[in-house]
């Protein structure tokens, strides 16, 4: 088992900029893909951005060129670095972990959220 623990989230003003953690623990020996989906009230959850083991990190549409997505594997920490922030992009952040697994396809395990809100 893998446990994932969100922080950071918060109030900020359009343009402004957060990052997010996430730290892994338990099981952290063998995860493989990571990456940050968000879920805003009302709507589906949907993939923010991902990174696979070996730091190869792709985003969706609506954040790319705002958000970076990093991970340091020392410190089984996964991180969102979020600029030039919009009040769209206000919703809940989940972290995720792909246990080790044949085939590799589909995430295990999911964090509480945390909760970013970007408004004036």
């Known amino acids: 088992q893998v446990q994932l623990v969100e922080s950071g989230g918060g109030l900020v003003q359009p343009g402004g900029s957060l990052r997010l953690s996430c730290a892994a623990s338990?099981?952290?020996?063998?995860?493989?893909?990571m990456g940050w989906d968000r879920q805003a009230p009302g709507k589906e959850r949907e993939l923010v951005a991902a990174?696979?083991?070996?730091?190869?990190?792709n985003y969706a549409d609506s954040v790319k060129g705002r958000f970076t997505i990093s991970r340091d594997n020392a410190k089984n920490t996964l991180y969102l670095e979020m600029n030039s922030l919009k009040p769209e992009d206000t919703a809940v952040y989940y972290c995720?972990?792909?246990?080790?697994?044949?085939?590799?396809?589909?995430?295990?395990?999911w964090g509480q959220g945390t909760q970013v809100t970007v408004s004036s």
């Open positions: 995720k972990a792909a246990g080790c697994k044949w085939p590799p396809q589909g995430y295990d395990y």
């Open positions: 338990g099981d952290t020996i063998c995860i493989a893909d």
């Open positions: 990174i696979t083991g070996g730091g190869s990190s």
